[in-house]
């Protein structure tokens, strides 16, 4: 996933834009529980959601969840 690169905003002291953030996200299930990873970000989803990081990262770790039941699904029949 790549995020939009940072926009100094009005009277911000940085000069330039910084570049795109590149990030690895991934859901696993360990011990019966999902949990997220999303560049220094691991836990629950629900974490992701209360720790106010996680919104911009929130359609990708969706699209995660869904890619990992779709396998547990398959594995399971």
């Given at each position: 996933m790549t995020l939009p690169s940072w926009q100094p905003e009005a009277g911000?002291?940085?000069d330039a834009a910084e570049e795109d953030v590149h990030l690895v996200i991934f859901a696993v299930r360990?011990?019966?529980e999902i949990k997220?990873?999303?560049g220094g970000f691991y836990g629950s989803p629900?974490?992701?959601v209360r720790s106010g990081i996680g919104a911009p990262l929130?359609?990708?770790a969706q699209d995660c969840l869904r890619e990992l039941s779709g396998r547990e699904a398959t594995l399971s029949s």
């Open positions: 911000d002291e940085r360990l011990a019966g997220i990873s999303a629900a974490a992701l929130l359609p990708a």
